[in-house]
């Protein structure tokens, strides 16, 4: 399936962006401390591809999800909220017989070695998607569809699903992909690492942290993931603080081996600073980060700036306690990735910052 080359849009369509994938509810804790200490919980909503829908709508693109949910208050609940955001969920499935799942966190930051999750999805209406079952004319409605590595680990189904989604068809949108490993979710051995390659060198554009690709596939450094990575127009490499590295290549998506001067001889490789952020909860930034690329993307935008949008997403997400929030105004952002380099890599942001005006915005030395 073709795509666009790196620096354009792509064709227009009724949806900006659908977002396949296992939503759940989260109950967060009410205090720090251990699962088995803490009191009482809240509940909020939690999945990697409907965090991204949510975020996009919120942006202001037309953006759907689709899932399946149990025909419970769960499902409900998760169904209702995602909807509030502005995300269509017109195509999201009921199982009568599996139930939603859930999951409960620490206040911890994932990053530590004190932070307990526990997932009660084994089973789960989710886990039922399958090539059989999916709203296939929904799915390929959208310019884009944003896919992620963790529904391939939930089934069998589900990863037939997803190499379904990713071949090479007519008609296909630009493909999307956050390899997204979660170690815990797969089921033994190193299925995980051929698979999560297996389906990024099927996509247009690829989401991946410099630290998931060594834990699952043992590379180390950017050039070296382009170099396992190399299909992709674009592949985005995630490097925590230091920023990302973005390769964009000017070739339609396609194995490479037709093209005798392979991906080193056609990228552009663009590096983007991180934000200084003042971090509040380490969770949401990969997907939110996901979200500024595509918004940027839909827009047409140069690579750094889609980078740099991808940037502000996730700080909007670092500064607050649950995975979604409000982003910042379209023109607010545009304004921030306007900066020069200098004025980019001495911007602070903290909480609330996402609500201020240019009259307001803090601009310090870290």
């Known amino acids: 399936m073709s795509g666009p080359a790196a620096g354009t849009a792509v064709a227009a369509t009724t949806t900006d962006v659908v977002c396949l994938g296992e939503s759940m509810v989260t109950f967060l804790p009410s205090q720090p401390g251990r699962l088995a200490d803490v009191p009482s919980f809240g509940r909020g909503i939690g999945g990697a591809e409907s965090n991204v829908a949510c975020a996009l709508a919120a942006a202001g693109h037309r953006a759907a999800w689709v899932g399946r949910v149990g025909a419970d208050g769960f499902g409900d609940h998760l169904v209702e909220t995602i909807a509030s955001y502005g995300v269509d969920t017109s195509a999201v499935r009921r199982d009568p017989v599996r139930p939603t799942g859930i999951y409960f966190r620490t206040a911890t930051d994932r990053g530590t070695d004190t932070h307990e999750v526990a ?5 789960s209406a989710a886990s039922a998607m399958s090539p059989a079952n999916v709203p296939y004319e929904e799915l390929f409605a959208g310019r884009i569809l944003h896919l992620s590595g963790i529904t391939a680990a939930l089934s069998g189904d589900c990863l037939a699903l997803l190499r379904e989604l990713t071949a090479a068809r007519p008609g296909r949108p630009l493909v999307s992909f ?9 089921r033994g051995g190193d299925a995980d690492a051929s698979v999560l390659l297996e389906l990024a060198r099927r996509a247009d554009l ?10 699952a596939w043992g590379i180390v450094g950017a050039e070296a993931i382009r170099a396992a990575v190399p299909e992709p127009s674009v592949l985005v490499v995630k490097r925590g603080s230091a920023g990302a590295t973005v390769f964009a290549s000017g070739l339609r998506p396609g194995p490479r081996s037709s093209n005798a001067g392979g991906a080193e001889d056609t990228d552009t490789v663009t590096h983007v600073p991180a934000l200084h952020v003042d971090v509040v909860a380490a969770v949401g930034a990969g997907d939110a980060f996901a979200a500024g690329f595509l918004s940027a993307t839909l827009r047409g935008l140069p690579v750094r700036d889609r980078a740099r949008h991808g940037h502000l997403m996730a700080a909007a997400a670092l500064t607050v306690p649950g995975d979604l929030t409000e ?17 980019w890599g001495t911007l602070r942001l903290g909480p609330g910052w996402t609500a201020a005006d240019r009259a307001s915005e803090e601009v310090r030395t870290p």
């Open 119 to 123: 997932y009660y999805r084994a089973g």
């Open 178 to 186: 956050d390899v997204n490993h979660r170690p815990h979710l797969w």
């Open 206 to 215: 690829v989401f991946v942290g410099e630290d998931e690709a060594e834990e």
């Open 327 to 343: 982003p910042p105004a379209r023109d607010h952002a545009d304004r921030l990735v306007a900066l020069d380099d200098d004025a």
